[in-house]
């Protein structure tokens, strides 16, 4: 069992940064690997970016490559996602998630795991 708490969210201006931070409860959370995905009004949840156990691998969406780092501090239990350069369009929930599997692909009705979420806003 793993629980997920997000933050960092908040309100910012097009161009600003922001750090968003999920904290995991569990003694296995070096063993999944990490999601964020977000949720902007009226639309479907989407993938924005993962990374596997030991933190060797990274997965973008191409809408937040090149501005999103995700990165995650095992000793912690702690995966963060950065976000610089950020846009109007990047207004959602953000959600951490947690799966077991490995892999490239990443979609909803994989993780098994998830926090309620922090909201961003960007203001233009």
């Known amino acids: 069992q793993v629980q997920l708490v997000e933050s960092g969210g908040g309100l910012v201006q097009a161009g600003d940064s922001l750090r968003l931070s999920c904290a995991a409860t569990?003694?296995?959370?070096?063993?999944?690997?990490m999601g964020w995905f977000r949720q902007a009004p009226g639309k479907e949840r989407e993938f924005v970016a993962g990374i596997s156990w030991n933190g060797g691998n990274t997965y973008y969406a191409d809408s937040v490559k090149g501005r999103f780092t995700i990165s995650r501090d095992n000793a912690k239990n702690t995966v963060y996602l950065q976000m610089n350069s950020l846009k109007p369009e990047d207004t959602a929930v953000y959600y951490c998630?947690?799966?077991?599997?490995?892999?490239?692909?990443?979609?909803?009705?994989?993780?098994?795991?998830w926090g309620k979420g922090t909201l961003v806003t960007v203001s233009s």
């Open positions: 998630a947690a799966r077991r599997k490995s892999g490239s692909t990443w979609s909803v009705s994989d993780m098994e795991y």
């Open positions: 569990g003694r296995t959370f070096s063993t999944y690997a």
